[in-house]
């Protein structure tokens, strides 16, 4: 009896982090992708199912605990993470997407990474590019295909509001040529931060006429899920411990599981206790199965792994550690694995794997990344030189660059809209005009100790190369480099000496598409850049009127509410005095925990409402020394 209600409580009606197991592919009938097989297929050459799968999405906040410490959140249909997407390949994905954040209001869209959006970029959901944001009490429905295949998440990409919880799974199923008997579903791994992302966005770009504030996060979520140490809230917030999120295995079978990386920074070293990954896809590319102990993703990226339950019995811990690459005081993010038969409410004792240190952030070795469908590396029409930059600006605000440009986008004037009518595009839109070239190549060259998920919107890129040091031209697998959409851009240029990442992709979708670090800080501070991709075919789209429309009711209300204060282009603006009433009102008084406040910022200091010198420095104590 114990043990049926403990499975009933970690059910998925109960905890909407763990997902019930998948079916190979959504409906019943024939296979919906016929004879098409992951290494015979081109991957543009999705199939036409004539199926169009529907969601409805309210966006409002809530007070949940992903790591047992309650507080507000922005969620979808009031749950973290958001309820899956599930689609076949080829399929249409109809989402209505509702802003209901209220309370204070807020502004929202919503972003599919990963699709390219074949001929509807209107529909990419990207704030200052695509659309206007959605206003509050309104709605936008998004329809868009099912053009790529495998794992993926769904985000808001309005400012850094997705790291207050405005994200989900998306799966698109579609042939793997690696068997496996069950698919777990999506895993979702996310640093995690008590604070909202207005405050986060506000400390970031305060001015410090040096290196950037860098945020340090709370947990490290598996699952949606993970422990606090409830004896450190200072802030008066309930607490309580969470159990991990868990999965059931059988002893023989094996096993799908899609890591996403969901986070705001994080950089996570995924392993599970007593078994091996077989690692078969990487962001939307099946790729030939590989061995890892430790699977490696960026924000944004994805590795779909299978393992066999071969371990006999008990219960095994599935490791995230965000370090040292993360900026954060809890690196540590459990989920549970465990067998048929045991009680997933005991803590395991099992033991981690023993691994080798990245002091480069990257990820796995390009050697070993090959996607199943092979696509030869061609010589490239057009190569871009990216030099990351970073350095405060006359306000003393940290920005980051690329070529010296700080991108800044306009919310009432998406870059697309311009690039339809064929306005040029100021230059603090940083936009590189790639025209008509087949094949373009991009070089970063990253002169600075930071990592950065480098992520395209519109396409897979391809990854030639990456390494420490001066590109001499030689690629990784030339016949057929690995594929996807966002790849680490290495840490630890130091003392002048630089890293490199070779990306290259295929002009075959016209639009006016960010390139950009994914990591949310650093594209609030302005690192991206904008791909102007065939302007002839641009200037033919037409952009539905429900888009065009955001514009003028965004426009109507900003007019009409003066006093919100809304991001300008990817950052939030000077948000925190309105929030420090906004978190009060959910605090949670706690009589045992009242008296300091998140992480030192307690609620007197943000009572002082600017955020005054002293702030700053008590802050700044956070930071480490390097960008
Ligand atoms: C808003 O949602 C309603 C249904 O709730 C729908 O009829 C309408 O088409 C949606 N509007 C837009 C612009 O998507
Ligand atoms: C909790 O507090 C202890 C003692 O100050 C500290 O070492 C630890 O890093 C804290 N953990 C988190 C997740 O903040
Ligand atoms: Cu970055």
Not at 210 to 230: E, I, T
Request: a negative charge; proline letters at 8%.
């Amino acid at each position: 009896m114990r043990q049926a209600s403990i499975s009933a409580l970690l059910g998925a009606a109960l905890i909407p982090g763990v997902f019930a197991g998948l079916g190979k592919w959504v409906g019943g009938g024939d296979c919906p992708w016929g004879d098409k097989t992951a290494s015979n297929t081109h991957p543009n050459d999705y199939p036409d199912t004539g199926v169009t799968r529907y969601y409805d999405f309210t966006i409002s906040r809530a007070t949940l605990a992903p790591d047992g410490v309650q507080q507000s959140m922005i969620v979808v249909n009031g749950q973290y993470p958001g309820p899956l997407i599930e689609a076949n390949w080829g399929d249409w994905i109809e989402v209505n997407v509702h802003n209901e954040i209220h309370g204070p209001d807020d502004l929202t869209l919503m972003h599919w990474h990963g699709l390219n959006q074949p001929g509807t970029q209107y529909y990419d959901g990207v704030s200052s590019i695509s659309q206007c944001p959605i206003v509050p009490g309104a709605n936008l429905t998004y329809r868009f295909r099912a053009d790529e295949q495998g794992s993926s998440w769904y985000h808001s990409h309005y400012s850094a509001q997705y790291s207050n919880g405005v994200v989900g799974p998306i799966v698109i199923h579609g042939p793997n040529d690696v068997n496996y008997d069950e698919d777990l579903g999506p895993i979702l791994f996310s640093d995690w931060f008590h604070d909202s992302y207005e405050h986060l966005v506000d400390l970031v770009l305060q001015p410090t006429n040096g290196p950037p504030f860098r945020p340090l996060s709370d947990s490290n979520l598996v699952g949606g899920k993970g422990q606090y140490p409830c004896a450190n809230v200072t802030n008066g917030a309930a607490c309580t411990v969470n159990p991990y999120a868990s999965w059931e295995v059988e002893p023989g079978k094996t096993y799908r599981a899609r890591f996403v990386n969901t986070g705001a920074t994080a950089f996570e070293s995924i392993s599970l206790d007593g078994h091996t990954f077989t690692v078969i896809a990487e962001d939307f590319v099946p790729v030939q199965p590989y061995q890892t102990d430790f699977v490696t993703i960026g924000v944004g990226q994805r590795t779909d792994v299978i393992f066999t339950a071969n371990a006999g019995s008990g219960s095994f811990f599935l490791r995230a550690f965000n370090s040292p690459c993360g900026d954060t005081n809890g690196p540590d993010g459990r989920g549970i694995i465990y067998y048929k038969g045991t009680d997933p409410s005991v803590t395991p004792t099992s033991q981690p794997k023993q691994g080798t240190p990245n002091p480069t952030c990257g990820n796995n070795p390009l050697s070993s990344s090959v996607p199943q469908y092979a696509i030869p590396a061609a010589e490239p029409d057009q190569t871009i030189t990216l030099t990351i930059g970073g350095k405060p600006d006359a306000q003393g605000i940290f920005r980051w660059s690329f070529n010296d440009i700080s991108f800044v986008g306009d919310l009432d004037q998406p870059a697309l809209f311009d690039a339809v009518a064929g306005i040029n595009l100021p230059p603090q839109r940083n936009v590189y005009l790639t025209g008509t070239a087949q094949t373009v190549r991009i070089i970063v060259i990253n002169t600075l100790p930071a990592p950065h998920p480098m992520h395209i919107h519109g396409h897979d890129f391809q990854v030639l190369a990456e390494g420490q040091g001066t590109w001499d031209g030689t690629i990784v697998n030339p016949s057929n480099p690995s594929r996807r959409d966002v790849h680490m851009s290495w840490a630890g240029a130091e003392n002048g000496a630089t890293n490199y990442q070779v990306i290259q992709y295929t002009q075959d979708n016209p639009g006016v598409w960010p390139f950009h670090c994914h990591i949310a800080w650093h594209l609030s501070a302005g690192m991206s850049i904008l791909l102007l991709e065939r302007p002839d075919e641009i200037a033919k789209i037409e952009i539905p009127a429900a888009v065009t429309d955001t514009c003028s009711a965004y426009t109507a209300w900003q007019a009409a509410n003066p006093a919100v204060p809304v991001d300008d282009g990817l950052r939030k603006r000077d948000l925190a005095k309105r929030m420090v009433e906004f978190m009060k009102g959910h605090a949670h008084a706690d009589k045992h925990h009242n008296k300091r406040g998140y992480r030192g910022f307690s609620f007197k200091d943000r009572d002082t409402g600017s955020l005054g010198s002293g702030r700053v420095e008590d802050n700044l104590a956070h930071k480490r020394d390097e960008v």
